[in-house]
C-alpha cells in the first residue's frame, strides 16, 4: 500500500483526532491533510513533478512532515538531510540528488545561503522562518496562498517516495532510495515488533533525516496515533513533554534513554503511561537496560537491529536475559551469518558454524528493503550479492540461533594475531560504574600490529587509567589480551545522529579531552 492511502484511511476514521503536536501547534488528521494539499499544490507551482527530488534541510519541525507528505502526493522524492550540514555537504546532497528545490530555514540559514551560491542554475530555494534570504521562496507564502483540495495526481506503492543518505561513517553518503511499499511495510512491522496500538502516542525526536525518525512518523499515520515533535533533545524538557503529553512509547537511541534517566527532574513528573519503549542504533549495556525497566516497567522493551537499506534485520523483545544481544531476524526478514574475509567476494552460502563470528548478511527479498543506491554502481558492487545485502556488520549467533553484533568489518583490530571486537571490549568497560560511555579503536603499533585504545566519558575526575586496567582485569570473562593498553578520557564520543560511534574521528584526534 502506498502512504498517501495509508494516511486517507486515517483521515476517514478519526478526522477529529489529533495527530501532530509541535510546540503551540496542534493538528487533526483533517487539518493536516488539509495542509499536505496546500504544500503539494505550492510545490507543484515550483515546477515539481512525478519523481523529482526536493532536498529538506529541517529539523524536527511541522513544515518537514507537511513538505514530504506533500511531495508524496505529486509523486515526488523528498530528501530530508541534517540541518547542520556544512555547506559543502550541502551542495554535494543537492548535486548528487539533482534537486528540483532545496528548503531551509534559521537553524541552516547561514550555511544554506552559502551552499546556494554552487547550486544548480534552476534548482529553486524555499525558507520557513520569517525574513527569507534574497532569492528564496517563503514556505508559508508558497501553502497558504493554494487551495487544500488534492492535487489529484497518481501514486502507486511501486514508486520512490524518499530518499535518506546514510550517514557517512565511512567515506562520502550513499543516497538510499525507499518506496512507498518499503516504508509501510516497515510501519507494519514497528507496529507489531515494537506492541504499539492504535491511538499510540511517540515522541518525535528522533532527527526526520534519518530512517527511525522516519518510521517513527509513518506508524503513527498508520495507528492513527499522535506524533508530538521535539526540535532539539534536551533531557530536563523531555521529561515535562512525556509527562504532559501522556506519551505512551519512546523509540530512542540508547545515548538519549540514558540521558533521561540522569534527568534533575524525573522523580518530579509522572511517567506512568509509558508502556512501550524502544531503542536502535548501537547496543545497550546490562546497566542501562536493568535501569530502563526499573523505572518503567514495560509492556514491550524492544532492541531493534536494521538500516536504512533495510529497516529491520533482527528484534529482541528478550531483554532481561540477553540485554546485549540484537535477537533473531523480524518478521519480514532472513539473516545470515558468513565467512568475513575483505580479500575476496564472500558468498551468501558460505555460512559460518553458530558461535563464530562472520559478517551479517540480509535477504534484499524483505519488502522492507531498497533495491540499490542512488547512481552508485560502485557501492552496489560492495553492498549486494545474489539477493543478498552485505551489512560489513560483525556478529555471531549463540547456540540458541540469537543474533550479537560485535562491531564493523572495518574496526576489528587484530593485535598480535588475535582478533578484538570493539564492543566486546566496551561491554566490560561499562560494567565499571564511573564509566558512562566508551569507545574502542585499534592503534597501529610496530610490534602488536594494533594496539586497543579505550576512549572513556567518566562520571567524574576521579577515575584514572589504573583503575580502568584493574577493573579489566578483575573480569573473570575477559581475556588479558583484550586490556586497553591506552585509555584516554573525553567529554563526549563522537556518534552520527542515530547513535552509531564515529571511531574514524577518534582515530583522526577529533575529540574533546576531559580534563581534570
Same mark, same amino acid.
Given at each position: 500500500?502506498?502512504?498517501?492511502?495509508?494516511?486517507?484511511?486515517?483521515?476517514?476514521?478519526?478526522?477529529?483526532?489529533?495527530?501532530?503536536?509541535?510546540?503551540?501547534?496542534?493538528?487533526?488528521?483533517?487539518?493536516?491533510?488539509?495542509?499536505?494539499?496546500?504544500?503539494?499544490?505550492?510545490?507543484?507551482?515550483?515546477?515539481?513533478?512525478?519523481?523529482?527530488?526536493?532536498?529538506?534541510?529541517?529539523?524536527?519541525?511541522?513544515?518537514?512532515?507537511?513538505?514530504?507528505?506533500?511531495?508524496?502526493?505529486?509523486?515526488?522524492?523528498?530528501?530530508?538531510?541534517?540541518?547542520?550540514?556544512?555547506?559543502?555537504?550541502?551542495?554535494?546532497?543537492?548535486?548528487?540528488?539533482?534537486?528540483?528545490?532545496?528548503?531551509?530555514?534559521?537553524?541552516?540559514?547561514?550555511?544554506?545561503?552559502?551552499?546556494?551560491?554552487?547550486?544548480? !542554475?534552476?534548482?529553486?530555494?524555499?525558507?520557513?522562518?520569517?525574513?527569507?534570504?534574497? #532569492?528564496?521562496?517563503?514556505?508559508? +507564502? $508558497? &501553502? @497558504?496562498?493554494?487551495?487544500?483540495?488534492?492535487?489529484?495526481?497518481?501514486?502507486?506503492?511501486?514508486?520512490?517516495?524518499?530518499?535518506?543518505?546514510?550517514?557517512?561513517?565511512?567515506?562520502?553518503?550513499?543516497?538510499?532510495?525507499?518506496?512507498?511499499?518499503?516504508?509501510?511495510?516497515?510501519?507494519?512491522?514497528?507496529?507489531?515488533?515494537?506492541?504499539?496500538?492504535?491511538?499510540?502516542?511517540?515522541?518525535?525526536?528522533?532527527?526526520?533525516?534519518?530512517?527511525?525518525?522516519?518510521?517513527?512518523?509513518?506508524?503513527?499515520?498508520?495507528?492513527?496515533?499522535?506524533?508530538?515533535?521535539?526540535?532539539?533533545?534536551?533531557?530536563?524538557?523531555?521529561?515535562?513533554?512525556?509527562?504532559?503529553?501522556?506519551?505512551?512509547?519512546?523509540?530512542?537511541?540508547?545515548?538519549?534513554?540514558?540521558?533521561?534517566?540522569?534527568?534533575?527532574?524525573? !522523580?518530579?513528573?509522572?511517567?506512568?503511561?509509558?508502556?512501550?519503549?524502544?531503542?536502535? #542504533?548501537?547496543?545497550?549495556?546490562? +546497566? $542501562? &537496560? @536493568?535501569?530502563?525497566?526499573?523505572?518503567?516497567?514495560?509492556?514491550?522493551?524492544?532492541?531493534?537491529?536494521?538500516?536504512?537499506?533495510?529497516?529491520?534485520?533482527?528484534?529482541?523483545?528478550?531483554?532481561?536475559?540477553?540485554?546485549?544481544?540484537?535477537?533473531?531476524?523480524?518478521?519480514?526478514?532472513?539473516?545470515?551469518?558468513?565467512?568475513?574475509?575483505?580479500?575476496?567476494?564472500?558468498?551468501?552460502?558460505?555460512?559460518?558454524?553458530?558461535?563464530?563470528?562472520?559478517?551479517?548478511?540480509?535477504?534484499?527479498?524483505?519488502?522492507?528493503?531498497?533495491?540499490?543506491?542512488?547512481?552508485?554502481?560502485?557501492?552496489?558492487?560492495?553492498?549486494?550479492?545474489?539477493?543478498?545485502?552485505?551489512?560489513?556488520?560483525?556478529?555471531?549467533?549463540?547456540?540458541?540461533?540469537?543474533?550479537?553484533?560485535?562491531?564493523?568489518?572495518?574496526?576489528?583490530?587484530?593485535?598480535?594475531?588475535?582478533?578484538?571486537?570493539?564492543?566486546?571490549?566496551?561491554?566490560?568497560?561499562?560494567?565499571?560504574?564511573? &564509566?558512562?560511555?566508551?569507545?574502542?579503536?585499534?592503534?597501529?603499533?610496530?610490534?602488536?600490529?594494533?594496539?586497543?585504545?579505550?576512549?572513556?566519558?567518566?562520571?567524574?575526575?576521579?577515575?584514572?587509567?589504573?583503575?580502568?586496567?584493574?577493573?579489566?582485569?578483575?573480569?573473570?570473562?575477559?581475556?588479558?589480551?583484550?586490556?586497553?593498553?591506552?585509555?584516554?578520557?573525553?567529554?563526549?564520543?563522537?556518534?552520527?545522529?542515530?547513535?552509531?560511534?564515529?571511531?574514524?574521528?577518534?582515530?583522526?584526534?577529533?575529540?574533546?579531552?576531559?580534563?581534570?
Amino acid at each position: 500500500m502506498d502512504l498517501i492511502r495509508r494516511l486517507a484511511l486515517s483521515v476517514l476514521r478519526y478526522s477529529d483526532r489529533e495527530f501532530l503536536v509541535d510546540g503551540e501547534l496542534r493538528l487533526t488528521f483533517a487539518e493536516w491533510d488539509r495542509r499536505i494539499n496546500r504544500a503539494a499544490r505550492g510545490f507543484k507551482e515550483l515546477g515539481v513533478g512525478r519523481q523529482d527530488r526536493v532536498v529538506l534541510a529541517l529539523g524536527n519541525r511541522e513544515e518537514l512532515v507537511t513538505s514530504w507528505y506533500g511531495l508524496m502526493k505529486l509523486g515526488a522524492i523528498a530528501i530530508p538531510v541534517n540541518h547542520r550540514f556544512s555547506p559543502g555537504e550541502i551542495i554535494y546532497c543537492v548535486k548528487d540528488a539533482e534537486a528540483q528545490v532545496f528548503v531551509f530555514a534559521d537553524f541552516s540559514r547561514e550555511s544554506g545561503e552559502r551552499a546556494a551560491r554552487d547550486f544548480p !542554475k534552476g534548482c529553486r530555494k524555499v525558507f520557513c522562518d520569517a525574513d527569507p534570504p534574497k #532569492g528564496c521562496e517563503p514556505f508559508a +507564502t $508558497l &501553502v @497558504e496562498a493554494q487551495t487544500d483540495t488534492p492535487p489529484g495526481e497518481s501514486v502507486s506503492e511501486d514508486l520512490v517516495c524518499l530518499m535518506l543518505y546514510t550517514s557517512g561513517t565511512t567515506g562520502r553518503p550513499k543516497g538510499v532510495p525507499r518506496t512507498h511499499r518499503a516504508q509501510d511495510t516497515s510501519a507494519l512491522a514497528q507496529a507489531v515488533q515494537c506492541g504499539y496500538r492504535l491511538g499510540e502516542r511517540t515522541l518525535g525526536v528522533m532527527p526526520l533525516y534519518h530512517v527511525m525518525g522516519i518510521v517513527s512518523l509513518t506508524t503513527m499515520v498508520l495507528l492513527s496515533g499522535t506524533f508530538i515533535v521535539m526540535r532539539g533533545f534536551d533531557a530536563e524538557a523531555a521529561v515535562e513533554l512525556v509527562a504532559r503529553e501522556k506519551i505512551s512509547s519512546l523509540y530512542l537511541i540508547p545515548t538519549l534513554f540514558h540521558d533521561l534517566l540522569r534527568s534533575r527532574n524525573l !522523580k518530579d513528573h509522572d511517567l506512568s503511561h509509558v508502556r512501550r519503549l524502544a531503542f536502535a #542504533g548501537a547496543p545497550m549495556t546490562r +546497566t $542501562l &537496560v @536493568e535501569k530502563l525497566l526499573g523505572q518503567f516497567n514495560p509492556e514491550v522493551f524492544t532492541n531493534h537491529y536494521g538500516s536504512t537499506e533495510i529497516y529491520t534485520f533482527s528484534i529482541n523483545q528478550n531483554l532481561r536475559q540477553k540485554p546485549s544481544c540484537a535477537g533473531r531476524p523480524g518478521m519480514n526478514s532472513d539473516l545470515r551469518v558468513v565467512k568475513a574475509n575483505p580479500e575476496r567476494r564472500v558468498k551468501p552460502d558460505e555460512v559460518v558454524p553458530r558461535g563464530e563470528v562472520g559478517e551479517i548478511i540480509a535477504s534484499l527479498q524483505s519488502e522492507e528493503a531498497f533495491q540499490g543506491y542512488w547512481r552508485r554502481v560502485d557501492a552496489d558492487d560492495k553492498a549486494i550479492r545474489h539477493g543478498w545485502y552485505f551489512t560489513g556488520d560483525m556478529g555471531y549467533q549463540d547456540e540458541d540461533g540469537d543474533i550479537y553484533v560485535t562491531g564493523r568489518v572495518d574496526d576489528m583490530i587484530i593485535s598480535g594475531g588475535e582478533n578484538i571486537y570493539p564492543t566486546e571490549v566496551e561491554e566490560v568497560l561499562t560494567r565499571h560504574p564511573q &564509566v558512562v560511555e566508551s569507545a574502542v579503536i585499534g592503534v597501529e603499533d610496530p610490534k602488536w600490529g594494533q594496539v586497543v585504545t579505550a576512549f572513556i566519558v567518566p562520571a567524574g575526575k576521579e577515575l584514572t587509567a589504573a583503575e580502568i586496567d584493574q577493573h579489566c582485569r578483575e573480569q573473570a570473562d575477559f581475556s588479558d589480551f583484550k586490556r586497553p593498553r591506552q585509555v584516554i578520557f573525553v567529554r563526549q564520543i563522537p556518534k552520527t545522529a542515530s547513535g552509531k560511534i564515529l571511531r574514524r574521528k577518534l582515530r583522526a584526534g577529533e575529540y574533546e579531552p576531559y580534563l581534570s
